[in-house]
């Protein structure tokens, strides 16, 4: 080593000493900035169908626990996602019902939270050395410079994030020597499939039974694994299906529905940002020891094996109508801990220089997003249209997926939903439901249409309101675009 060299490595040694010193702080103070942004970024956008369906299931439960939420209306309400969040919904609304959304977003934003710690666990199996704080800073790095969809998913507190933490925790489970693994096994996957959380579980759910069949282990303890998993399952689903209408809303709505082209921009965008960490995993590794700790990696099969198995399932959500690049992303974060482990060599400096962008990254947004301008004006609008209903004595409301809150406030009798009818009318079950575009309107002849963020939602089908024989009424209070019509 040259002088200079000496020289160099002389005066940055203090300096990594002190960062050294100090990198759980910096973690710190990243991932509290970043859970409080993202709170304020799931307050902001509030929720689409995807929350406030279960929302309205929950509010079905009455005021007994039944394990039945769907409904015998098919118009109504009603989420393809049985049965968790309606779950969380009924808690937090008895927790207060004033802030029952606030407290389902503040849920969705610490499930994010939670899935990393659940990845964690599978990280340290698969060979990962950083402790929690660093992959956690990390993590979340990749995640919001990769995976930024996915949060938009998270965030709107869609049944994905629920479903990965079952999958990590039942799959830390099978790579553990826990002395009650057949119970927690057990529990595990009876939860996955009873809350039917997201259908695509139950195969990566199946693809790790059958894994864990081949992977290394006396050969009892194998079958006992796979056996308690196809068990778990069995029941779960059982259970799940015994909702009123699960098959017609979770399967019949989904099959059939056309597809669409995966070649768009949000998907090179994400295309681009995975090869730039690619990029950054081959700078850290030589080409050889990178290919080595992929294949090393790779062969932890009840991982890799559904992992893969996500993948594509993902993908073939992402191709049906209605899906997009979000759909990719969630498949993706399975990959995660593997991304982690890539990066496992960078030096304390740039781990640092990552927290602190995360930090500022954070900072940046609560400052200048004007998130919370955006949470009030939701809020103000869902109480103006509630009080334009009540005037007008509206009973029954045809309503977009985001105006639930704002028709439950007014107390209308009979809510139907333009965004169950689609869920349905999409799918191969579209023979059980109303007529396409405008004669739905005819069938339902609700006193109102409601549409917090204008009604954007009915276009695609036909509806036209006024020449149906309602009248537009604004809503000043929103800048969302919200409007609702009501019967002349």
Known sequence: MSVDAHRRAALTRPISAHLERYLHAYAIVGIALSFIALYARALAQGGRWDLYEPVAMADRIGSYFAYTTGSADALAPSTPYFLGVAVISFIAKHISADFQIEILLFTATLSVF?????LFTVYRRIGGKEDVLVFFGLSLAVTLFCLNRYLDYALEFK??????????L???VVLSEMALWPRLLFLIVLAAGASLFKQQVLVAIAALGMAR?????????????TTTIA????????ISLSVENAIFFTVLSHMGRPTV???????????????LLGALALALHKFR???????????ILPYSVPTVVWFLVCIAGARNLGGNSGNTAVGLILLVPFAVVLLDRLDVRAKTLIFIAISLYSLAYLGGSGWLA???DRVASEVQIAEELGRAKVQTALISGDSYIAARRAGVDRVSEIDSWAHIHNGISSDRVAPDGPALIAEINPDAIVCMQSCSVFKPYGFDPAGAGYREVKVPASTLGGVLFLRQ
Not at 217 to 222: K, L
Not at 231 to 238: D, K, P, T
Not at 261 to 275: F, N, P, Q, Y
């Open 114 to 118: 939670l899935l990393q710690i659940c």
């Open 170 to 172: 039942l799959t830390a």
């Open 261 to 275: 082209k995966l070649l768009d921009m949000e998907h090179a965008d994400l295309l681009i940002r995975a090869a």
């Open 159 to 168: 049944p994905d994030t629920a479903a990965l933490i079952f999958f990590s």
């Open 374 to 376: 955006r949470y009030q």
């Open 231 to 238: 068990i778990g399952a069995s029941i779960g689903l059982a």
């Open 289 to 299: 020891g990178l290919l080595r700790e992929i294949t090393r990696t790779a062969l």
């Open 213 to 225: 069949l081949a992977w290394g282990g006396p050969f009892a303890r194998r079958f006992i694994d």
